[in-house]
């Protein structure tokens, strides 16, 4: 890729985050459904909670990113030590994973 053209790259950067947005809107509308799937099995057995349900979107979202982080790193703890720490980068937090 390294003789493409300027037009080119801005067609893969304008076609990259058109696939990204849809992705994530896909993800949460996943996430939503499944929360609602949960809540509605929890609702049919008659169980309830004090404050809020186990199966919640911020529950799902860790859930999916976790099992995505294990994926990517797929047990290289080297390679999970870098992208830890370009997050934390990223969020301009200092971390210190040794």
């Known amino acids: 890729m390294s003789h493409t053209s300027r037009k080119n790259r801005k067609v893969i950067v304008q076609t990259l985050r058109c696939v990204e947005r849809d992705l994530i809107l896909k993800v949460l509308t996943l996430i939503n459904e499944a929360e609602a799937t949960a809540n ?3 609702k049919s057995e008659s169980i309830s909670f004090e404050e809020h349900s186990p199966a919640n979107a911020q529950y799902l979202m860790l859930f999916v990113f976790a099992e995505l982080f294990d994926r990517l790193h797929d047990g290289d703890k080297d390679v999970g030590k870098i992208i830890l720490k ?13």
């Open 86 to 98: 370009m997050e934390a980068n990223r969020l301009g937090i200092d971390a210190n994973l040794g």
């Open 40 to 42: 509605n099995k929890f």
